[in-house]
């Protein structure tokens, strides 16, 4: 069973950065992020494999978010650059052992709210 425990959200002005965090307790193959947003329908984000060589990101956020991993600490990052009020949104980390996560989650965090102010 995997648990995430997700941190570094918070309010920033448009055009300022975050980094998000998500730390794994067991093994994961595929994790990244969603955000769902007031009234809006959960949408993925980004997602890394555990080699590091794949990665995918939603059309909205390419080139402005990047996400890594620390195999050594199980843990994936969001750096999130030029941030924008549509990015307001709780954001939430998910993981699948065995597949992509853009196939299916299998387990999500809490999720930690990221304010964009105009």
């Known amino acids: 069973q995997v648990q995430l425990v997700e941190a570094g959200g918070g309010l920033v002005q448009t055009g300022g950065s975050l980094r998000l965090s998500c730390a794994a307790s067991g093994y994961t193959f595929s994790i990244g992020w969603f955000r769902q947003a007031p009234e809006k329908e959960r949408e993925f984000v980004a997602a890394?494999?555990?080699?590091?060589?794949?990665?995918a990101y939603a059309d909205s956020v390419r080139g402005r978010f990047a996400i890594s991993g620390d195999n050594a600490k199980n843990t994936v990052y969001l750096q999130m650059n030029n941030l924008k009020p549509e990015d307001t949104a709780v954001y939430y980390c998910a993981a699948s052992p065995s597949r992509s996560i853009l196939g299916g989650v299998d387990y999500w965090g809490q999720g930690t709210q990221v304010t964009v102010s105009s």
């Open positions: 890394v494999t555990r080699s590091g060589r794949t990665t």
